[in-house]
């Protein structure tokens, strides 16, 4: 089985929306972090860095992470859903 984990920011409309896309998929873990970045704690800083979201994260959110592929902002996260169910 695939892992997949939606990246996403707090305070971040787009992020919110993509969130209520996600509301029946058990299948998506759903990971979110400070807006600012000079909050975030060695824990997020170390998973987004091992998932190689942190530089994307710093430009826009939300990301979809499947299996190392992304798929970057909320319109292309719900084509992917539309495309891909369960």
Known sequence: MSEKILFSLENCMKCTQTKELLTDRDDIKII???HEISEWNDENLNDAKSHDVFEDLQKTAPI????GEK???YLRIRKWLQ????
């Open 32 to 34: 979110t972090y400070p």
């Open 64 to 67: 979809l992470w499947i299996d």
């Open 71 to 73: 798929t970057i902002g």
């Open 83 to 86: 495309d891909n169910d369960k």
